[in-house]
């Protein structure tokens, strides 16, 4: 794919009118300023899209004297794991839901389709938890199809990470004007139908050095064990009493055998997809973003 690539400085100077951010729900952990040069312009572009899809469905059904009917906008997010992705669906959401016109919004991730670990154990998958294989494609096509073709609501299933599990019970997804999909795999999941991404409007890639991406993935690590501390329930409270060293150890052995693994052979390969890719640096901040010519 040919991309146009815009250094930090360039991307604010380019896009010029940003939304509010005051009033916006965002993480309290992103540095205020990130949100204001990166993801301000970056929800003011994708607000465009979302704004220009509705405007030309809308044209096209009073053309053929069609009846009128919502239209889904979706946005795929993905890159490794640790990248950020969820927090960046986050910050997008609330973003575009503080637009005058007001777009409700919804995340679905891809980690909900994952199969129970009751399955991955049957199957000789727990060493490949998050490998296209583990995940149920089927499933997740045909919930945003159920959307795309005007649901008022789906049952989903829900993924815990502090289990490490589906939860016993699905929840009700509610549908938005924007949906954001964000997981490992939005470029490469496919079913014998159609590859997933071809249900995007836009897709986005979240990119960073593998050194990088582990080292935030140990930080996590950490993080949900010192949180588990005091909860028997959550499955990193097995992990309490572990030295550090130790865990690093383990965490490192993860990275090799399954996630650094699973970035190499099935995530990075489908970057060139994306319509944006953006490149973060060592302490999280968008260094470049890459525009796919697609786009212009």
């Keep these: 794919m040919d991309y146009l690539t815009l250094p930090r400085a360039e991307w604010e100077a380019r896009l010029g009118k940003k939304p509010s951010i005051e009033s916006a729900s965002l993480p309290p952990y992103i540095d205020p300023a990130e949100i204001a040069a990166i993801y301000a ?7 465009l899209m979302y704004q ?12 053929f004297q069609a009846p009128e009917r919502p239209d889904l906008f979706i946005i ?9 992705k969820s927090t960046m669906a986050r910050i997008l959401t ?27 154990s049957e199957r000789g998958l727990m060493d490949k938890k998050g490998f296209p294989e ?44 924007i949906l954001v999909v964000e997981g490992l795999h939005v470029l490469g999941a496919a079913t014998g ?23 935030w993935y140990w930080e996590r690590i950490k993080g949900l064990v010192q949180a588990a501390e005091n909860r ?14 130790t865990l690093y150890a383990m965490a490192r052995q993860v990275w090799e055998d399954i996630n650094g693994k699973n970035l190499r052979d099935h995530i990075l ?28």
């Design 134 to 177: 583990s995940y149920d494609f089927e499933a997740l096509h045909a919930a945003i199809a159920a959307l795309a073709d005007g649901a008022q609501s789906i049952r989903v299933p829900e993924y815990s990470h502090d289990i490490y599990d589906i939860l016993p019970e699905p929840t009700t997804l509610e549908r938005p004007d």
């Design 269 to 296: 390969p489908t970057r060139e997809r994306a319509s944006l890719i953006l490149r973060k640096d060592g302490d999280h901040r968008i260094r470049e973003i890459k525009i796919n010519k697609c786009l212009l």
């Design 76 to 84: 795929g997010i993905t890159g490794s794991v640790a990248s950020g």
């Design 94 to 120: 609330s973003l575009l839901s503080g637009y005058p016109d007001q777009p409700k919004t919804a995340v679905l991730s891809t980690d909900q389709f994952l199969y129970p670990n009751r399955i991955l």
């Design 193 to 215: 139908r159609v590859p997933l991404s071809d249900r995007m409007d836009v897709t986005l890639y979240v990119d960073a050095e593998e050194a990088d991406l582990f080292r």
């Design 52 to 63: 220009v899809k509705r405007e030309t469905a809308a044209n096209v059904r009073r053309f």
């Design 232 to 245: 028997p329930e959550s499955f990193y409270y097995n992990f309490k009493d572990t030295d550090e060293n």
């Design 41 to 47: 312009p970056l929800a003011e572009l994708l607000h």
